[in-house]
């Protein structure tokens, strides 16, 4: 198998994989896109890229915070993810540009900004060191490099845990590798990383937010439609497999889940700070 990292989100026939991951993410996200840009230190007019900003969680609160004088860009792979970003930007101060392109190539001058924010991205790349390189070289002297990651184990999450066992029951021994090696990005190998790239006072640190689902079958239902390996489960075997997919999940959960359906689950991700 190819490197098994990677973000491989495909829409289906109704182009809905963005969609789906900007609606089903974000309450997951919301806390920790906090927390990013707390650890980031933006300020009023500051520079900031939102590197692999999917949807644009980062981005359009990095907007609200660097105000009139600053400047947002964001970046990502995925052009459908760069669609509906673009959609959902707010036309406020200041007007945020997407762009696509990959980590480790940024269309960037040297120095470009004052801090780079990557939340939830660091482990989809496939040459670590070299995006990390890439993402000090854009950064100017002295500015700030955030990134968060997943904290393994994936057991860790029980969520994660079920998700990963539907993929395992239901998917192809590549989705699961994946979804595994998203799960895998621990804070030495992000030291390691940021330290050959060049940048120095690097933090690692875990936060963990309880997030309350009203309805966590719905929720998992529809997240695993927006990642790659639920979608990859539905191109191997069609829908029916994907529903039994959701029903593995919903089965897990079933001794986190309330009576009405709702669920308050822990997710603990690490939190990486660096100064070029
Ligand atoms: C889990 S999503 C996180 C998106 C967003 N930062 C958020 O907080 O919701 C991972 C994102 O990383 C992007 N990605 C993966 N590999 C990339 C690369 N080499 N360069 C740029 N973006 C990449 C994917 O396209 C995807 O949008």
């Not at 300020?43 to 999917?54: I, Q, R, S, T, Y």
């Amino acid at each position: 198998m190819a490197d098994p990292k990677g973000f491989p989100l495909k829409d289906n026939a109704t182009h809905t994989a963005a969609e789906h991951y900007e609606r089903y993410s974000a309450l997951l996200m919301a806390p920790f896109v906090t927390a990013a840009l707390d650890a980031a230190d933006l300020f009023p007019g500051a520079h900031v890229l939102d590197l692999a900003c999917g949807t644009g969680f980062v981005a359009r609160a990095a907007a609200a915070q660097v105000g009139p004088t600053g400047h947002v860009v964001a970046v990502d792979l995925l052009e459908g993810m760069l669609r509906i970003a673009a959609r959902n930007a707010p036309r406020m101060y200041p007007d945020i540009e997407f762009t696509q392109a990959s980590a480790d190539k940024l269309p960037y001058p040297d120095d470009s900004f004052d801090a780079i924010v990557c939340q939830q991205g660091v482990q989809y790349f496939p040459d670590l060191a070299a995006a990390l390189t890439e993402a000090a070289r854009v950064t100017r002297p002295g500015g700030r490099f955030t990134a968060t990651a997943w904290t393994p184990p994936a057991d860790r999450s029980p969520y994660f845990a079920a998700q990963l066992k539907a993929v395992t029951d239901h998917g192809t021994p590549e989705a699961e590798a994946r979804f595994a090696a998203s799960l895998s990005c621990t804070a030495d190998r992000l030291t390691d990383a940021l330290t050959t790239a060049g940048f120095h006072d690097i933090t690692t640190r875990e936060v963990t937010f309880a997030i309350a689902f009203p309805d966590l079958a719905d929720f998992a239902s529809g997240h695993l439609a927006a990642d790659p390996w639920g979608r990859s489960i539905e191109e191997a075997g069609g829908p029916a497999r994907f529903t039994e997919a959701a029903e593995t999940t919903r089965e897990a959960l079933a001794p986190h889940t309330s009576p009405d359906g709702s669920a308050t689950l822990p997710f603990t991700t690490t939190l990486a700070t660096a100064t070029r």
